[in-house]
């Protein structure tokens, strides 16, 4: 199982960015994805969640409204479209799958909202 997260930077706030996670060795589509941070000095924050058909999504508070999971099932790449971006939304961003009773993680981006 290997997940790639790619798509992070510097953006001004109110920017928008696309990050992406490639996932490989395991059949994808069948898969709840989810996209979590990591904020400096804070714990780790699920942020989204899509199911493995794309049906269904789920977002935590914060970032309703200006955050847009999806996946392409036919590309095993999961998406996290982030608009009106706030300097507290700078974090490393994972994404993440769960197979059985293991986690796997891909690398991390960093998205940092500066001015």
């Known amino acids: 199982v290997q997940l790639v997260d790619s798509g992070g930077g510097l953006v001004q706030p109110g920017g928008s960015l696309r990050l992406s996670c490639a996932a490989s060795?395991?059949?994808?589509?069948?898969?709840?994805m989810k996209w979590y941070r990591r904020a400096p000095g804070k714990e780790r924050e699920l942020v989204a969640t899509?199911?493995?058909?794309?049906?269904?999504?789920n977002y935590t508070d914060s970032v309703k409204g200006r955050f847009t999971i999806s996946r392409d099932n036919s590309k095993n790449t999961m998406y996290l479209q982030i608009n009106s971006l706030k300097p507290d939304d700078t974090a490393v961003y994972y994404c993440?799958?769960?197979?059985?009773?293991?986690?796997?993680w891909g690398q991390g981006t960093q998205v940092t909202v500066s001015s």
């Open positions: 993440n799958t769960r197979l059985g009773d293991y986690d796997y």
């Open positions: 899509i199911t493995g058909t794309g049906g269904s999504t």
């Open positions: 060795g395991f059949t994808f589509k069948y898969y709840t």
